[in-house]
């Protein structure tokens, strides 16, 4: 009975952790085959145990033939599994091709005479068998199988390091110790002594070695990350079995206690049972009922990763500040991780940028050195590392259990730190996985914070820099303003001082050419005349810049009145047709017969008129030059065609600007100030009216249109500021 409970135990255990890893990722080579490799184990149990335990000759021939065929495909199995164990790749060794093919034959040939000529069975002497002709070579096999096994694993021992090295060690020890006793007390040891069935059935108890192996290193080093769910298992398997065996007993106590008299009955007893199971069974949901509403009351739930997922890219997102940015994120991975502490480690340019922590009673002081040498790691845990290491030094000083690089753009940006768990438990794969999801967000969104604290610092410097060079130019400005009203006023002064001994010199020698004085002599006037003419100048200018003076203070006005403007014009054409004459120009108005008066300060409008028209005449070497008027019900409208040297395209937005002149009327006319047409466009304008100008290579259209009815009132009280001769 007791040999029963064991191989059930046994059996059961087998299946149960290989179903177990096959369902946690059945597309992982290693866990497929470790299924395979428990199956097999499973079956050649069985066929062991029953081997012994039947006394049908041919059943037992069968069963043994079984018995060999199965031991082969276990050793093939076992050498698979120490291949792909923690390589994870497809096999594709060409040793691992031939002994598929010799297993799958010797494994059939097991079943011929090749193999096991002939099985004998007696109650006395018990089973007993003839070799065949292959045995040697199958034995060979068999043997060979399972050491180069065992030699992988202990190759790939040496090379291991951390937790890898430890999950090795405890497999290599259970497999090794398994396969040796079931070689031993199945192949060897029966062909060397006659032993009984205990012995053989020690091979199927040997595993128990390789099931506690395997079993420690998934406590123990996170084998193939099925901790939790074995722990979860097992518990649940002695929760029903406590809870069964406890129910029944108390259904038989009470009954024996209570009710004595009644007689004993096995249905009665198997309902009691069944019930009891019932019972069991239906707890645990209950169970997780309970649990999932007191884990929301006491924080104590298991976090849903694509919950967190979410919420950890809700919180990147929507935050910008980095150090906000920091608390929140670190915030919320602590309390759904379940961290006691934890640390944000940003650095910039070689030297460590900024640090968040939570959760520490004393914030460890970061030192750059440790920062950079675990840059060189993308994840680092604590628990898989070997003591006496640099890097778990490291995590030991700053109190951390994880360790998660963060990178940009191929470049160091900081390290995450994570504390040791409330629960105390070591950091599952799935957490590790988690971490490496978010780590690339979690640098995204701090290079996003990076470049906007970058932007609100040069915004700031910016606006101080604005501001600095802005009260400069306010200085610079009120400097040129005292400078131009030095200047306005010393034109003023120097005008007004310069034009009452220019108007005495121009009156005499007016008087002069007029004869007031005598007759002068042919060759006299010629000088007289010169010197009337460049006397007239002076005054002109004086005149334009007494007017940009006034300009500048705010003194020019405009006195409106009613104008003749067609008989204007003609004064001033009659007036400088002299003029045209002696360069041999035709100048020639054009205006209607009848035109309405214009609204518009006299002098100033007889001022714009005669400088455009003398302007013509002066740069019109060739030709002739035109004027016209015309004008409606609402505008007056004057223009000046003239043949001239034209204005070039490049300094025709500059033409109308103070004391601007281009470079070929320069050359033709250095004498000139530049101040008429500046002038003219600014009376034009304060007339309500706007300058017209139209010019090419050759020629140009100087004038300008003005409203008939001006859009200033006459106010007598102002008077005309600038006359002129």
């Given at each position: 009975?007791?040999?029963?409970?064991?191989?059930?135990?046994?059996?059961?255990?087998?299946?149960?952790?290989?179903?177990?890893?096959?369902?946690?990722?059945?597309?992982?080579?290693?866990?497929?085959?470790?299924?395979?490799?428990?199956?097999?184990?499973?079956?050649?149990?069985?066929?062991?145990?029953?081997?012994?335990?039947?006394?049908?000759?041919?059943?037992?021939?069968?069963?043994?033939?079984?018995?060999?065929?199965?031991?082969?495909?276990?050793?093939?199995?076992?050498?698979?599994?120490?291949?792909?164990?923690?390589?994870?790749?497809?096999?594709?060794?060409?040793?691992?091709?031939?002994?598929?093919?010799?297993?799958?034959?010797?494994?059939?040939?097991?079943?011929?005479?090749?193999?096991?000529?002939?099985?004998?069975?007696?109650?006395?002497?018990?089973?007993?068998?003839?070799?065949?002709?292959?045995?040697?070579?199958?034995?060979?096999?068999?043997?060979?199988?399972?050491?180069?096994?065992?030699?992988?694993?202990?190759?790939?021992?040496?090379?291991?390091?951390?937790?890898?090295?430890?999950?090795?060690?405890?497999?290599?020890?259970?497999?090794?110790?398994?396969?040796?006793?079931?070689?031993?007390?199945?192949?060897?040891?029966?062909?060397?002594?006659?032993?009984?069935?205990?012995?053989?059935?020690?091979?199927?108890?040997?595993?128990?070695?390789?099931?506690?192996?395997?079993?420690?290193?998934?406590?123990?080093?996170?084998?193939?990350?099925?901790?939790?769910?074995?722990?979860?298992?097992?518990?649940?398997?002695?929760?029903?079995?406590?809870?069964?065996?406890?129910?029944?007993?108390?259904?038989?106590?009470?009954?024996?206690?209570?009710?004595?008299?009644?007689?004993?009955?096995?249905?009665?007893?198997?309902?009691?049972?069944?019930?009891?199971?019932?019972?069991?069974?239906?707890?645990?949901?209950?169970?997780?009922?309970?649990?999932?509403?007191?884990?929301?009351?006491?924080?104590?739930?298991?976090?849903?990763?694509?919950?967190?997922?979410?919420?950890?890219?809700?919180?990147?997102?929507?935050?910008?500040?980095?150090?906000?940015?920091?608390?929140?994120?670190?915030?919320?991975?602590?309390?759904?991780?379940?961290?006691?502490?934890?640390?944000?480690?940003?650095?910039?340019?070689?030297?460590?940028?900024?640090?968040?922590?939570?959760?520490?009673?004393?914030?460890?002081?970061?030192?750059?050195?440790?920062?950079?040498?675990?840059?060189?790691?993308?994840?680092?845990?604590?628990?898989?590392?070997?003591?006496?290491?640099?890097?778990?030094?490291?995590?030991?000083?700053?109190?951390?259990?994880?360790?998660?690089?963060?990178?940009?753009?191929?470049?160091?940006?900081?390290?995450l730190f994570l504390g040791e768990k409330k629960s105390g438990d070591m950091y599952a794969a799935k957490d590790i996985q988690i971490l490496e999801i978010v780590e690339p967000e979690i640098t995204m969104a701090m290079q996003r914070a990076k470049q906007y604290e970058e932007i609100q610092k040069f915004n700031i410097t910016l606006k101080a820099e604005v501001l600095r060079q802005?009260?400069?130019?306010?200085?610079?400005?009120?400097?040129?303003?005292?400078?131009?009203?030095?200047?306005?006023?010393?034109?003023?002064?120097?005008?007004?001082?310069?034009?009452?001994?220019?108007?005495?010199?121009?009156?005499?020698?007016?008087?002069?050419?007029?004869?007031?004085?005598?007759?002068?002599?042919?060759?006299?006037?010629?000088?007289?005349?010169?010197?009337?003419?460049?006397?007239?100048?002076?005054?002109?200018?004086?005149?334009?810049?007494?007017?940009?003076?006034?300009?500048?203070?705010?003194?020019?006005?405009?006195?409106?009145?009613?104008?003749?403007?067609?008989?204007?014009?003609?004064?001033?054409?009659?007036?400088?047709?002299?003029?045209?004459?002696?360069?041999?120009?035709?100048?020639?108005?054009?205006?209607?017969?009848?035109?309405?008066?214009?609204?518009?300060?006299?002098?100033?409008?007889?001022?714009?008129?005669?400088?455009?028209?003398?302007?013509?005449?002066?740069?019109?070497?060739?030709?002739?030059?035109?004027?016209?008027?015309?004008?409606?019900?609402?505008?007056?409208?004057?223009?000046?065609?003239?043949?001239?040297?034209?204005?070039?395209?490049?300094?025709?937005?500059?033409?109308?600007?103070?004391?601007?002149?281009?470079d070929n009327a320069r050359r033709l006319r250095p004498d000139g100030n530049g101040l008429g047409l500046y002038l003219a466009k600014r009376v034009v304008e304060d007339h309500g009216g706007e300058i017209i100008f139209r010019s090419s290579s050759k020629g140009s259209v100087f004038g300008f249109r003005i409203p008939i009815k001006s859009i200033i009132k006459a106010d007598p009280k102002k008077r005309m500021l600038v006359t002129t001769p």
């Amino acid at each position: 009975m007791i040999s029963y409970a064991l191989l059930i135990i046994a059996v059961s255990l087998n299946l149960f952790l290989g179903l177990l890893v096959f369902s946690r990722n059945s597309k992982k080579p290693s866990n497929l085959i470790f299924f395979l490799l428990t199956l097999a184990l499973s079956i050649w149990s069985l066929v062991i145990f029953f081997e012994s335990e039947t006394l049908n000759v041919a059943l037992v021939s069968y069963l043994v033939r079984t018995d060999f065929a199965f031991g082969l495909i276990t050793s093939f199995t076992f050498f698979s599994f120490c291949l792909v164990f923690q390589s994870e790749s497809k096999i594709k060794n060409t040793l691992w091709i031939v002994s598929l093919i010799a297993s799958i034959v010797f494994s059939g040939l097991a079943y011929s005479s090749y193999i096991i000529e002939s099985v004998h069975f007696s109650k006395d002497m018990g089973i007993d068998f003839q070799e065949g002709p292959l045995f040697i070579i199958y034995s060979v096999m068999l043997i060979a199988l399972s050491l180069v096994g065992i030699t992988i694993l202990i190759k790939k021992l040496s090379s291991s390091r951390g937790v890898a090295r430890s999950q090795l060690l405890y497999i290599t020890m259970g497999l090794s110790l398994s396969a040796t006793i079931a070689i031993s007390t199945n192949l060897i040891i029966p062909r060397l002594l006659i032993v009984n069935e205990t012995v053989n059935r020690l091979g199927i108890y040997g595993f128990v070695f390789m099931i506690g192996g395997i079993a420690y290193a998934i406590v123990k080093h996170r084998l193939m990350d099925i901790r939790m769910v074995v722990a979860k298992s097992l518990a649940y398997t002695l929760l029903v079995i406590i809870l069964a065996g406890g129910y029944a007993t108390t259904i038989f106590a009470v009954q024996r206690l209570f009710f004595p008299e009644q007689g004993y009955s096995m249905t009665h007893t198997i309902i009691q049972i069944i019930l009891a199971m019932v019972m069991a069974f239906t707890f645990q949901p209950l169970r997780r009922f309970l649990t999932k509403v007191t884990d929301k009351i006491f924080f104590k739930e298991q976090y849903d990763p694509d919950a967190f997922l979410r919420e950890t890219n809700h919180i990147l997102s929507t935050n910008i500040v980095l150090t906000e940015l920091l608390y929140k994120s670190l915030d919320h991975i602590l309390q759904q991780f379940k961290i006691l502490e934890g640390m944000f480690v940003v650095v910039e340019e070689g030297h460590i940028h900024s640090v968040q922590s939570i959760g520490y009673k004393k914030a460890p002081e970061v030192e750059y050195g440790d920062i950079k040498y675990l840059s060189r790691f993308p994840i680092a845990v604590y628990d898989e590392l070997e003591e006496g290491s640099r890097l778990k030094s490291i995590l030991r000083r700053y109190e951390t259990s994880v360790a998660v690089r963060l990178m940009e753009d191929h470049q160091f940006a900081g390290i995450l730190f994570l504390g040791e768990k409330k629960s105390g438990d070591m950091y599952a794969a799935k957490d590790i996985q988690i971490l490496e999801i978010v780590e690339p967000e979690i640098t995204m969104a701090m290079q996003r914070a990076k470049q906007y604290e970058e932007i609100q610092k040069f915004n700031i410097t910016l606006k101080a820099e604005v501001l600095r060079q802005t009260k400069k130019l306010r200085e610079a400005n009120d400097h040129l303003q005292e400078l131009d009203k030095a200047k306005d006023e010393f034109i003023s002064m120097a005008s007004h001082q310069l034009r009452t001994p220019l108007t005495a010199i121009k009156g005499y020698l007016s008087m002069l050419l007029e004869g007031d004085a005598g007759e002068i002599k042919v060759g006299q006037f010629d000088f007289i005349n010169e010197a009337f003419q460049g006397a007239n100048k002076m005054v002109t200018l004086i005149n334009d810049l007494l007017n940009v003076s006034r300009m500048s203070t705010g003194k020019f006005f405009i006195d409106p009145k009613d104008l003749d403007m067609k008989v204007m014009i003609a004064d001033e054409v009659k007036q400088l047709a002299h003029q045209a004459r002696t360069k041999n120009l035709w100048l020639k108005f054009e205006c209607p017969k009848k035109m309405s008066t214009v609204q518009a300060d006299e002098n100033k409008i007889r001022q714009v008129i005669m400088n455009f028209i003398d302007n013509a005449i002066y740069y019109t070497e060739k030709g002739g030059v035109t004027v016209r008027a015309a004008a409606n019900k609402h505008e007056f409208v004057f223009e000046v065609i003239d043949t001239g040297i034209g204005v070039p395209k490049e300094v025709q937005n500059k033409l109308f600007s103070k004391f601007y002149r281009a470079d070929n009327a320069r050359r033709l006319r250095p004498d000139g100030n530049g101040l008429g047409l500046y002038l003219a466009k600014r009376v034009v304008e304060d007339h309500g009216g706007e300058i017209i100008f139209r010019s090419s290579s050759k020629g140009s259209v100087f004038g300008f249109r003005i409203p008939i009815k001006s859009i200033i009132k006459a106010d007598p009280k102002k008077r005309m500021l600038v006359t002129t001769p």
